[in-house]
């Protein structure tokens, strides 16, 4: 079993919709990060999150450390949000902070 | 705001070839990650340095080697090139200090082997 499983593996919405990205972990961890990556591009870091909740601009991320989850949203998705979404985790207590990588959420939003 | 700059973006190489990959991390980090990213897979870690040794290996094969320079960026270097190295390699840094645990993406090199 991924030590950081994320849901759905596609998700399809209309322009407008919004979204929900799911991750759970079976470790415990320091810091938890959400990541975009474009087809064939490189990797952008969303957020860091190690409690509560971050927003930036139409994205929301939230972590509940207890149920082991996080949470990623995108409000009034447009096309452009059409990516591969990571969810990456850094464990606790000296892992030299290497990120342990979710397979991602492959979204895509139509016109 | 300066970021991690990787060189080269796009690489072609033959089986059995040398190849190698530079990071250059934000300016004042002095951690650089490197992790390998196979088609349609999630990313793997490789291998870590601070302060220019080793911190940490992951499922780097042995035909890879990588160090960090006094100017701490850092090379990967893959030897003996196999179909199965054609991947998007890509590096993060990290530095001390408030943003302790955040790291910043480059923008990766894809490798294909040909």
């Known amino acids: 079993k991924n030590e950081v499983e994320q849901s759905p593996q596609n998700l399809t919405a209309q322009e407008g919709e919004f979204i929900t990205i799911n991750c759970s972990y079976s470790?415990?961890?320091?810091?938890l990060h959400w990541l975009q990556q474009h087809p064939g591009g490189g990797i952008v870091s969303l957020f860091m999150?190690?409690?509560g909740k971050k927003k930036h601009g139409r994205l929301i991320a939230t972590i509940n450390i207890q149920e082991k989850h996080s949470s990623l949203h995108i409000t009034a998705s447009h096309p452009r949000d059409s990516a591969v979404y990571i969810c990456?985790?850094?464990?606790?207590?000296?892992?030299?902070?290497?990120?342990?990588f979710g397979k991602g959420t492959l979204l895509t939003v139509n016109p | 705001a300066a970021g991690v700059i990787q060189s080269p973006r796009h690489l072609i190489k033959e089986k059995r070839e040398t190849a190698t990959l530079k990071c250059y991390p934000i300016?004042?980090?002095?951690?650089v990650y490197w992790y390998q990213q196979g088609p349609g897979q999630d990313p793997q870690f490789l291998i870590s340095?601070?302060?220019?040794?080793?911190?940490d290996k992951g499922s780097i094969p042995d035909r890879f080697s990588a160090q960090q320079f006094s100017d701490y960026h850092s090379e990967l270097n893959m030897s003996s090139l196999e179909l199965g190295d054609s991947a998007l390699y890509f590096c993060?840094?990290?530095?001390?200090?408030?943003?302790?645990?955040?790291?910043?993406f480059g923008p990766g090199t894809r490798l294909t082997v040909l």
């Open positions: 470790v415990g961890i320091s810091a």
């Open positions: 300016p004042r980090h002095d951690t």
């Open positions: 993060a840094s990290r530095g001390s200090g408030r943003a302790l645990n955040e790291q910043f």
């Open positions: 340095f601070y302060e220019k040794m080793q911190s």
């Open positions: 999150l190690s409690s």
């Open positions: 990456a985790v850094r464990g606790a207590g000296g892992s030299n902070y290497k990120l342990t």
